[in-house]
């Protein structure tokens, strides 16, 4: 069953300023990285130096150079550089974006999908960024100048994820039922790829690489896929390796090691009671990690309180 099929409305919603909340996360942490970077040039502005020695000096270290192998000199920017901008509008354009689909695509997959789509997307963008430089001969002349920075290629794929995960839903219902997501979605490729008619043609090139990532995430995800398990397993990991209260290796329950270890069959079957307490705990654990996580037994008491 796809991610997108199930019909209950999770009971508490992540809130936008919750410690587990993905979306706030993501965004405060490129407004915090834009602000840090508008500080040091405001310093340089205040001591007779050009924006250009600023770039120079400082903030092209966490930019992807068009040149491949100067990337060798700055690997800290393959992550960096997707968190990074320094233009007022780019931010809010890309921060605005990020919300607006990021929240639908957080709403229905719970909390640990949007950050690795975000990087997956980002990483797949500076790919087709330096290969267009290896094999666009137009291009050449910005070979030793240009680099690639910024979150579009990582909007880019979230825009694209949601879409595919859930193509019909609708926003402003009060317009005549609303207006598919499908819909905006287009008017946000078309006005980001119209770029590719001028001087950032790579920029909006590498958007595109964030687009097919998008896809490719979801579409495995629906196939019971998670590209992204192991980015989680890993942040969980480092989390808690200096916390004394971690928690242990998950075991089986003593009562299934004892009583239910049969050559795999149980000698009776379980019938769970449907309560209200049951209910909402399965509605949360929707709201932080989906509805394709529910076991099969969790999926069976939804059934039969629909009914």
Known sequence: MGVREYEYEPRR???????????FNLIAVNVVVFVLFYFVLIIYYLTNSTD???FTNVFKWVTVPAKAENLLYRPWAILLHMFSEIKIWGLIGNMFWLWAF???LQDLTGNSKLIPIYI??????????????????????????????????????????????TPDYRIFRQLNGGIPLWVITMIYVLLDFAGLSGDAFAHHLAHLGGAV??????SRLKKGHDLGEWMNTAWDWMLNLFNPDKP???????????FY??????????TTNVTEQKIDE????ISQNGYHMLTEEEKEILRKASE
């Open 13 to 23: 919603k992540t809130l936008f300023g919750d410690d587990n909340n993905s979306l």
């Open 52 to 54: 250009q020695a600023f």
């Open 102 to 104: 990021g929240y639908i």
């Open 120 to 165: 997956y997307g980002s990483l797949a963008g500076m790919i087709l960024y330096l290969l267009s430089f290896a094999v666009i001969p137009r291009l050449q002349p910005l070979l030793q100048s240009d680099s690639y920075f910024g979150a579009g290629a990582g909007v880019m794929a979230v825009a694209v994820a949601t879409t595919v995960l």
């Open 213 to 218: 990532m998008g896809f490719v995430f979801i």
């Open 248 to 258: 242990s290796k998950k075991q089986k329950p003593v009562k299934q090691q004892l």
């Open 261 to 270: 270890n049969t050559k795999g069959k149980q000698p009776y079957k379980k």
């Open 282 to 285: 399965i509605l949360d654990k």
